[in-house]
């Protein structure tokens, strides 16, 4: 098991920064991806960013060159910096840990975080 606390989240205008972390504990961090998602109120849960164990990342066209996803296995904690802000970043954001390839597909992921609201005002 892995227990996955997201933090980090909060309301921030248009163009602004947030720094969100995912603190894992339980089974050794260091060998899973970790997965970013986010969902808006109505919305399916859709991928953000993901970096793999080995530290390759990978980015929606939606957030890419805005967005950097990051890991500190030492401290079993995942990041994700965003930059440049817009409204329709507004979600609730999820990180997830899991041992598949398939990136960006929510249900290649074994462990899920409560999740911590952004919100984004114009």
């Known amino acids: 098991q892995v227990q996955l606390v997201e933090s980090g989240g909060g309301l921030v205008q248009a163009g602004g920064s947030l720094r969100l972390s995912c603190a894992g504990t339980?089974?050794?961090?260091?060998?899973?991806?970790v997965g970013w998602f986010r969902q808006a109120p109505g919305k399916e849960r859709e991928f953000a960013a993901a970096?793999?164990?080995?530290?390759?990342?990978y980015y929606s066209d939606s957030v890419k060159g805005r967005f950097t996803i990051s890991r500190d296995n030492a401290k079993n904690t995942a990041y994700l910096q965003m930059h440049s802000l817009k409204p329709e970043d507004t979600a609730v954001y999820y990180c997830a840990a899991g041992t598949s390839a398939w990136y960006a597909t929510p249900s290649s992921y074994d462990y899920w975080g409560q999740g911590t609201q952004v919100t984004v005002s114009s």
């Open positions: 339980g089974r050794t961090f260091s060998n899973f991806h």
């Open positions: 970096i793999t164990w080995r530290g390759k990342t």
